[in-house]
Structure formats: structure tokens, C-alpha cells
């Protein structure tokens, strides 16, 4: 009777197996939500499951040993993919109502002696024990031990994120984030990014195992990062395989995916200073103590971030006075008018960090610009300006604004920003650029160019810090 019933279970195993995954799909919430990969690794676990009773029916017996492996393996495997432990019970006796119904199945029309049926219950009741007993006992094993393991990742993040928060250096301190955040979560591959207060955008300032485009200064279309829905919500979020449809990822080489995702923000208060991203080319599902360690991570992170940009700005400021106390000692010793101007521009591109400064009068009544002088210009730019009087209107959008309405003008992308003339832009090489209106009793006399031919490295306060 029992090698009848191993046979027939063995001939019907796949059909069994596929039966069986339709089932917890469709019965049991959180196994509907598991990943392709996943459900693969299910179907294996249950034809694990299906041989295990077939080895028993043909021994004539089970073997605890065997059922108790089983058991850690499968409890394992549920914990990762965050099976709750009653959903991991549940789904036994959903495999058993298939599998025992196959096997009444094939000796219902039998006529078998009352030894052979005692013997099928004790097989069928030992394994229910074994099995359910095994499955609670490895199930609580591996949470602890994954609690322990976190508890003491949280205390050791502790004491990294204060060693982080009394770093001065911003690049340093996205690097030693990046580093943290992937340690912890186990993944070889993320970025951080930050809040461009001008624009809006997401700025990637540190990566890691990352190819271009995604290197530092590349822009995150924010409507297409999960970290919108982490800034949305106020806390990590995760997403894996078809979740991560329509997202901006980075490509991977030898054309492989990212296929699953962690997006956290970073936040001080209610104010978004820029979120981490982090990237596995496997598909994984995060317990909540993991979105957790790296929340709490996340905000010391903003301290470390905050403490140092104003202790960069400090520096930065106090740079910026000293070049203009020595620009103001240095005007009053020039000889002449033209000299003093060349003073000025030179030290208005150190103050603003750029990489050329251009220097105009503006006649109100005419409203035309006279170019006056230049520094970081080369030898063509500096012939094609030399003599210049032009009127601000027909320059482009942006300098008549400068000009006419008295305001600054900051364009980040002179290549798409349509304030700007392209055919200047192409020109002169122009990445982007600030304008700045001089004013003498409340009128404007004259207009600063200050801009970047390489990529803009300004920060947000650059322009406010001298002005």
C-alpha cells in the first residue's frame, strides 16, 4: 500500500507541486506578493516536501532527522522573504489538504488490510508533528538570532554615525554614509543624494560599484526615484522586481538589472536635505528592523550633513571676507581706473568659486551694456567682447531681466534654459551662470557674469554669501 502511494505521488509530483503554489497564492496574502524569484524557491521547497513523503512511504517510516532539516531550510527561507511564522504554519496544512488528497486518491478503490492504514496515519501524524514543531523551533531560532545580530549592528551604527557627525569634510562624510548604509543593509551598490535647494532636484554626490551616467553630479528625476514616496511618507521604502517598473535605476554591466531597492530619505525636521539608494541585481524583501536601523541611521546622517555644510559655508565665508578685505586693499593702491576693475573681477571669481567673471556698465536711458573686463576669459572670448556695446534686450531673456527688473538671474543648464541665447551659450561654453545687478541708489548701473564652462559645482548659498 505505501509504494502504491509513493508511485502515484511521484508520477503526479509536478502537477502536485504547481497545485500546491495556487493554492498559497491564492489563499494566503502574503505569499501572493512574493517575487518570481521567490516563488521558484517555494515550488523547490515543496517538491523538497513531496520527495520527503515519498522517501517516508517507501522506508516505511519517518525520519526525524530529515523532517527537522527540512524544517530549519524552509523557515529560513520564509523569514528572509518576511513570511509571518502563523502564514508559515498555515501554508503546511494548505500543502497537506493537496498532498494527503492525492494519496486518498489512490487508495480509495484499494482494499488494504487495517495494518497498512494504521501505519499511513502514524507516518502521516509524525511528520505533522516533527514538521510543525521544527518549522516553530528554526522559525524562532532564526528571528532571534536576527534580532541579536541587528541589536548589535544598531549600537555599533551608533558610534559610527557620531564619529560621522563630528567630520567636517561633506565629501567625506557621504562617503563614510555610503559605506555604513551598504555594510549594514549587505549590498555592494548605492548612492547619496542631495536636495538641490535652487532647483529641486536630486543631486548624486557619492556612489558606489555604480557606472556612469551614475557618477557624481548626475540628476535624479525625482517623479521617477522611490525616494518621492520615502519623502512622502517619512520613511524608507522598499520595492523589488516588477515594484521597481518606471523607476530611474542604474544600468548594471553585462546587462543585468537591479531588482530590488531601498530608497530612505534623508530628513532634518520637516526639511528634505537629499535620501540614500541602495541596489542588489538579486530580488530581496527587507524585514521592518532593517528599514528601521536604516531610518535611525538616516538621521544622523542629516546632523552629520548639516554640521558639515556650515562648517564648509564658515570656512567659506570667512575666505571670502579675507579676498575681499585684500580686493578692497588692492583697488586703493591701483594706478588707474582699468586696473582696479581687473582686481575686482579676478577676486569676484575666487569669492563665487567659478570659473569666469565678466564685468558690464548699463546706460538706464539707452539700456545698452558696455563689456568693461574679464577674468578667465581666453584669448578669442576676450577679442569677441573686447569694445562690446550691445543693448541687454537682444542679448537673451536673461540679461534683460537682470538689467531691467533688477533681479539676480541663476540659470543651472544653459544648454536647455530657454532665458538663455544658445547660440552665446555655445559660444562661450557656458555650463551655467548667476547675474548680478549692480545697483547705485536703487538704480542699476552696471551687471556681474558670473558662470561655469566645466560642470557647476556652486553651492546653493554662493550667491547670497558675497552679494
Same mark, same amino acid.
Given at each position: 500500500?505505501?509504494?502504491?502511494?509513493?508511485?502515484?505521488?511521484?508520477?503526479?509530483?509536478?502537477?502536485?507541486?504547481?497545485?500546491?503554489?495556487?493554492?498559497?497564492?491564492g489563499?494566503?496574502?502574503?505569499?501572493?506578493?512574493?517575487?518570481?524569484?521567490?516563488?521558484?524557491?517555494?515550488?523547490?521547497?515543496?517538491?523538497?516536501?513531496i520527495?520527503? *513523503?515519498?522517501?517516508?512511504?517507501?522506508?516505511?517510516?519517518?525520519?526525524?532527522?530529515e523532517?527537522?532539516?527540512?524544517a530549519r531550510?524552509?523557515?529560513?527561507a520564509?523569514?528572509?522573504?518576511?513570511?509571518?511564522?502563523?502564514?508559515?504554519?498555515?501554508?503546511?496544512?494548505?500543502?497537506?489538504?493537496?498532498?494527503?488528497?492525492?494519496?486518498?486518491?489512490?487508495?480509495?478503490?484499494?482494499?488494504?488490510?487495517?495494518?497498512?492504514?494504521?501505519?499511513?496515519?502514524?507516518?502521516?501524524?509524525e511528520?505533522?508533528?516533527?514538521?510543525?514543531?521544527?518549522?516553530?523551533?528554526?522559525?524562532?531560532?532564526?528571528?532571534?538570532?536576527?534580532?541579536?545580530?541587528?541589536?548589535?549592528?544598531?549600537?555599533?551604527?551608533?558610534?559610527?554615525?557620531?564619529?560621522?557627525?563630528?567630520?567636517?569634510?561633506?565629501?567625506? *562624510?557621504?562617503?563614510?554614509?555610503?559605506?555604513?548604509?551598504?555594510?549594514?543593509m549587505?549590498?555592494?551598490?548605492?548612492?547619496?543624494?542631495?536636495?538641490?535647494?535652487?532647483?529641486?532636484?536630486?543631486?548624486?554626490?557619492?556612489?558606489?560599484?555604480?557606472?556612469?551616467?551614475?557618477?557624481?553630479?548626475?540628476?535624479?528625476?525625482?517623479?521617477?526615484?522611490?525616494?518621492?514616496?520615502?519623502?512622502?511618507?517619512?520613511?524608507?521604502?522598499?520595492?523589488?522586481?516588477?515594484?521597481?517598473?518606471?523607476?530611474?535605476?542604474?544600468?548594471?554591466p553585462?546587462?543585468?538589472?537591479?531588482?530590488?531597492?531601498?530608497?530612505?530619505?534623508?530628513?532634518?525636521?520637516?526639511?528634505?536635505?537629499?535620501?540614500?539608494?541602495?541596489?542588489d541585481?538579486?530580488?530581496?524583501?527587507?524585514?521592518?528592523?532593517?528599514?528601521?536601523?536604516?531610518?535611525?541611521?538616516?538621521?544622523?546622517?542629516?546632523?552629520?550633513?548639516?554640521?558639515?555644510?556650515?562648517?564648509?559655508?564658515?570656512?567659506?565665508?570667512?575666505?571670502?571676507?579675507?579676498?575681499?578685505?585684500?580686493?578692497?586693499?588692492?583697488?586703493?593702491?591701483?594706478?588707474?581706473?582699468?586696473?582696479?576693475?581687473?582686481?575686482?573681477?579676478?577676486?569676484?571669481?575666487?569669492?563665487?568659486?567659478?570659473?569666469?567673471?565678466?564685468?558690464?556698465?548699463?546706460?538706464?536711458?539707452?539700456?545698452?551694456?558696455?563689456?568693461?573686463?574679464?577674468?578667465?576669459?581666453?584669448?578669442?572670448?576676450?577679442?569677441?567682447?573686447?569694445?562690446?556695446?550691445?543693448r541687454?534686450?537682444?542679448?537673451?531673456?536673461?540679461?534683460?531681466?537682470?538689467?531691467?527688473?533688477?533681479?539676480?538671474?541663476?540659470?543651472?543648464?544653459?544648454?536647455?534654459?530657454?532665458?538663455?541665447?544658445?547660440?552665446?551659450?555655445?559660444?562661450?561654453?557656458?555650463?551655467?551662470?548667476?547675474?548680478?545687478?549692480?545697483?547705485?541708489?536703487?538704480?542699476?548701473?552696471?551687471?556681474?557674469?558670473?558662470?561655469?564652462?566645466?560642470?557647476?559645482?556652486?553651492?546653493?548659498?554662493?550667491?547670497?554669501?558675497?552679494?
Open positions: 500500500m505505501l509504494n502504491l502511494i509513493a508511485g502515484h505521488i511521484r508520477r503526479d509530483r509536478d502537477s502536485l507541486v504547481e497545485r500546491v503554489v495556487d493554492d498559497l497564492i489563499q494566503i496574502p502574503t505569499y501572493a506578493t512574493l517575487s518570481r524569484s521567490s516563488r521558484q524557491e517555494l515550488s523547490r521547497n515543496i517538491r523538497d516536501l520527495d520527503l *513523503v515519498i522517501s517516508f512511504l517507501e522506508a516505511g517510516g519517518e525520519d526525524s532527522d523532517t527537522y532539516a527540512y531550510k524552509v523557515s529560513q520564509r523569514f528572509v522573504q518576511s513570511i509571518p511564522f502563523g502564514d508559515l504554519v498555515r501554508s503546511y496544512y494548505v500543502g497537506e489538504a493537496v498532498i494527503w488528497g492525492a494519496v486518498v486518491q489512490a487508495v480509495a478503490e484499494g482494499d488494504f488490510p487495517l495494518e497498512d492504514w494504521s501505519r499511513l496515519f502514524e507516518i502521516k501524524s511528520l505533522e508533528s516533527h514538521l510543525i514543531s521544527g518549522l516553530s523551533f528554526a522559525y524562532m531560532d532564526e528571528k532571534n538570532r536576527y534580532v541579536t545580530r541587528r541589536l548589535q549592528e544598531l549600537t555599533a551604527m551608533i558610534e559610527v554615525g557620531r564619529t560621522i557627525a563630528a567630520t567636517i569634510n561633506l565629501d567625506q *562624510v557621504l562617503r563614510q554614509i555610503l559605506e555604513v548604509s551598504t555594510a549594514v549587505q549590498v555592494h551598490m548605492g548612492g547619496v543624494f542631495l536636495m538641490d535647494e535652487d532647483t529641486g532636484n536630486l543631486r548624486l554626490e557619492a556612489s558606489l560599484g555604480l557606472q556612469r551616467p551614475w557618477g557624481k553630479g548626475m540628476v535624479m528625476d525625482l517623479s521617477r526615484s522611490l525616494l518621492r514616496e520615502a519623502f512622502a511618507s517619512g520613511r524608507p521604502e522598499a520595492a523589488v522586481d516588477d515594484g521597481l517598473a518606471g523607476l530611474q535605476l542604474p544600468a548594471l553585462g546587462g543585468r538589472k537591479v531588482r530590488s531597492l531601498i530608497s530612505c530619505p534623508i530628513l532634518k525636521a520637516d526639511s528634505r536635505i537629499g535620501g540614500i539608494e541602495l541596489y541585481e538579486e530580488p530581496r524583501v527587507y524585514q521592518a528592523l532593517d528599514l528601521a536601523l536604516l531610518d535611525t541611521f538616516a538621521s544622523q546622517a542629516a546632523v552629520a550633513i548639516q554640521n558639515a555644510r556650515l562648517f564648509e559655508l564658515e570656512k567659506r565665508r570667512r575666505e571670502q571676507a579675507l579676498i575681499a578685505k585684500e580686493m578692497a586693499e588692492d583697488v586703493a593702491r591701483s594706478v588707474n581706473y582699468y586696473q582696479a576693475l581687473g582686481i575686482v573681477v579676478h577676486n569676484l571669481t575666487s569669492i563665487a568659486g567659478v570659473d569666469r567673471c565678466t564685468l558690464y556698465s548699463y546706460d538706464r536711458e539707452t539700456g545698452e551694456m558696455e563689456f568693461l573686463r574679464g577674468f578667465g576669459l581666453k584669448a578669442a572670448e576676450r577679442k569677441a567682447l573686447k569694445g562690446l556695446r550691445v541687454a534686450a537682444e542679448v537673451d531673456e536673461m540679461t534683460r531681466r537682470a538689467v531691467e527688473v533688477g533681479e539676480m538671474v541663476s540659470v543651472e543648464d544653459a544648454s536647455s534654459d530657454p532665458r538663455v541665447n544658445p547660440r552665446n551659450a555655445r559660444v562661450f561654453g557656458l555650463r551655467s551662470c548667476l547675474l548680478v545687478p549692480l545697483k547705485y541708489r536703487d538704480q542699476v548701473t552696471g551687471l556681474v557674469c558670473l558662470d561655469h564652462t566645466r560642470k557647476p559645482h556652486r553651492s546653493p548659498s554662493t550667491a547670497t554669501s558675497w552679494t
